[in-house]
């Protein structure tokens, strides 16, 4: 090997079984102890590197009889080439330069540092042990921290390097500890109690490891509670809650919790409000119950995704808007408008999970639409669709149902075209088997009050035919507009009784008639009563526009008369009682009069000579007032206040009321200045 470390997969704690080439090595290495009495190995010939590089042909284990041989006992003759003097002049030259080159080049030459994988260990010196235990460490991972400990830990207690290695047996504990607790900071606390129970029991580091394990547990459990806490605010949409109690985590001892998962808890809190916001607006958007606005709505839930703490509400309602769409197309059915229903059926979408219903829906929407052409071929047509419902699927109960009514109005649709036939005669007699051919259809029928309506018609028009000469005749009398034609078309058209076809047309035209007739007869004792009122007899005209009585055609025109005239009888009794009032001629008096004469309504003949007397009757108080304010003000004001407005004397009144409460009641003084005397120089001294 060329790196001298400690490769990932070295072992340090095991000692490794000598193969063929550490015995190649021990064997050329000779055993010395150290300064501590330990054994090391010391290189004699060459070292480990150069035996694993050199020849791949083992040595010879003897050693000694390749290196040192023998002397030998055979003394012959030398070669001849030993007699050559030029070689040895050569030689001569050549030997000393190479020992001197290699003699500097082992003396330049640095010792190399041990190759810690291929030490056999259990002969490797402290030193040894205690610089690859330093290599292990220096890579600062757990694997090589404890594998430096497991190297130098069991040397002897009394050994000279203890002190250093029991120092560096605290540091490295230490260094695992720190890396435990890095990995609790990163999130992974398992990983960090089992980092930290490596420790060695013998070191004091190991000392505090229940400490630390206890530290690491308890703020992970803090910090689990309060994310669990934070979950549940988050899916109860209490965001401000959830925000408050995020912000404890940065009180927790863990860069994971205050950092990662806050900044987690944060963007999570931040994205469910707007999902809550989504889902919020579209719960507001469904209550509107108009199909754009429930798409809108099925929108905005879908948007929320799968991650997120409102996704299951988000699934909940998905099919609760899907029900409204189907609402809202069953009304439009329920007015038989099939085509407006089966549109909006058709746009609910497929995640609302209501395909099922939702086809159902449509297949009976299209029956009920053939159903509804009211013919025995569309009645048929819808019985074939309803019967393509499954037995399994939600509408199929309904189906049947509607296949069972629609069975029955195939009968009554029969009876009934046979009816429509029949009446299509228009006299007595065909309209008469018409209504009998629609009576075979029963009361509990589908069809029978479709039935019921087709009877109705058919009588009326029979009562049509037998009473409108009747109606005709009354109508040909009531042209002449006389007492005696008038009533014998109220006579005639009375024929009509109730409940035929023409009775409210016939009452409609009687009281027509009935009210000329009324206005006929009531018309001169009207006309007379107001020539009485005329002539100035209002107490007659009254009594003959009394004759009217009420519920006749003028008997609002003659009551209102009589108002009028009432009114006037007490304006009179009004203006004759306020004069004879005002004669007294006091202030009490005067001021009784001007109240009694207002009584007389403005409409009023009267209220000319109303105006001038109050005018006067003002201004007589108004000297009054000033005649007693000349020796009692306060008197004077009373008076003068007893006069009313809208009378002439009203403004010069209220002159008179300022002038006299300013002479009582005078401003008060401004207050006095003091100026100081003049002081001269003299008077100074």
């Not at 190297?151 to 540091?171: A, E, G, S, W, Y």
């Amino acid at each position: 090997m060329t790196e001298r470390d400690i490769p990932e997969n070295w072992s340090a704690g095991r000692p490794r079984e000598p193969d063929n080439m550490t015995i190649l090595s021990r064997s050329q290495h000779k055993i010395e102890p150290d300064s501590s009495g330990a054994l090391a190995t010391g290189s004699t010939s060459k070292s480990v590197k150069q035996s694993k590089q050199g020849n791949s042909e083992p040595l010879p284990l003897n050693s000694q009889s390749q290196e040192n041989p023998a002397p030998s006992r055979n003394y012959g003759k030398l070669p001849g080439w030993m007699k050559s003097w030029a070689l040895w002049v050569f030689l001569l030259t050549l030997v000393p330069g190479g020992i001197a080159f290699m003699s500097t080049t082992m003396l330049l030459k640095l010792p190399s540092a041990p190759n810690c994988p291929s030490i056999f260990w259990p002969l490797a010196s402290a030193s040894v042990r205690l610089h690859c235990a330093q290599l292990a460490a220096s890579k600062q991972t757990v694997t090589d921290l404890l594998q430096a400990i497991d190297l130098v830990k069991d040397l002897p207690k009394n050994h000279p390097l203890r002190t250093q290695i029991d120092h560096f047996l605290d540091q490295w504990s230490q260094d695992i500890l720190q890396l435990a607790d890095q990995s609790f900071q990163s999130g992974k606390l398992d990983e960090a109690i089992a980092t930290a129970r490596k420790i060695p029991q013998d070191t004091s580091t190991y000392k505090v490891v229940d400490e630390k394990i206890t530290k690491w547990e308890s703020t992970s459990s803090k910090a689990e509670d309060i994310y669990q806490q934070v979950e549940a605010e988050i899916s109860a949409e209490h965001w401000h809650q959830a925000f408050m109690l995020t912000s404890k985590l940065l009180r927790l001892n863990s860069k994971y919790w205050a950092g990662t998962k806050y900044d987690e808890l944060n963007q999570l809190i931040i994205t469910s409000r707007e999902d809550g916001e989504k889902l919020e607006k579209a719960e507001s958007l469904a209550k509107s119950g108009i199909v754009d606005d429930l798409l809108k709505a099925i929108k905005l839930a879908e948007s929320i995704g799968l991650g997120s703490y409102l996704h299951p509400k988000a699934e909940k309602v998905l099919p609760e808007f899907g029900r409204k769409m189907l609402e809202v197309a069953q009304t439009k059915l329920d007015r038989q408008d099939a085509d407006a229903a089966i549109s909006i059926a058709q746009k609910i979408p497929v995640n609302t999970g209501l395909q099922s219903e939702t086809d159902d829906f449509i297949s009976l929407a299209e029956a009920q639409r053939s159903a509804w052409m009211g013919t025995i071929a569309g009645l048929e047509s819808a019985i074939a669709q309803a019967q393509q419902i499954d037995s399994t699927r939600p509408r199929y109960e309904k189906a049947q149902k509607l296949i069972a009514r629609w069975q029955l109005e195939i009968e009554d649709v029969a009876h009934l075209e046979k009816a429509r036939s029949l009446s299509s005669g228009g006299d007595i007699p065909a309209l008469t088997a018409a209504i009998s051919e629609a009576q075979v259809i029963p009361a509990t029928n589908p069809r029978a009050k479709e039935a019921r309506r087709e009877i109705n018609h058919w009588v009326a028009q029979i009562q049509t035919i037998e009473d409108q000469p009747y109606l005709d005749r009354a109508e040909q009398l009531a042209l002449v507009d006389d007492m005696n034609a008038l009533q014998a078309a109220i006579a005639e058209a009375s024929q009509i009784r109730r409940g035929r076809a023409l009775y409210k047309d016939a009452q409609s035209k009687i009281a027509t008639w009935i009210e000329k007739v009324q206005r006929i007869q009531d018309q001169p004792y009207l006309d007379q009563a107001r020539e009485l009122a005329r002539n100035g007899d209002i107490p007659a005209a009254i009594a003959v526009a009394q004759q009217i009585p009420s519920r006749r055609a003028l008997s609002g025109e003659a009551q209102g008369a009589i108002d009028d005239w009432r009114g006037q009888i007490r304006a009179r009794e009004n203006w004759q009682k306020a004069r004879e009032v005002a004669l007294a001629g006091t202030p009490d008096a005067l001021a009784e009069a001007i109240r009694i004469g207002n009584r007389v309504p403005n409409s009023s003949l009267l209220r000319n000579d109303v105006n001038v007397a109050l005018d006067q009757w003002s201004q007589q108080l108004l000297d009054i007032a000033r005649s007693q304010g000349e020796s009692d003000m306060v008197k004077g004001i009373e008076t003068a206040k007893l006069i009313p407005r809208n009378t002439a004397a009203y403004s010069a009144a209220r002159d008179q009321i300022r002038t006299w409460r300013a002479i009582l009641n005078p401003p008060p003084p401004p207050p006095a200045t003091f100026d100081p005397p003049n002081t001269s120089e003299g008077d100074r001294e």
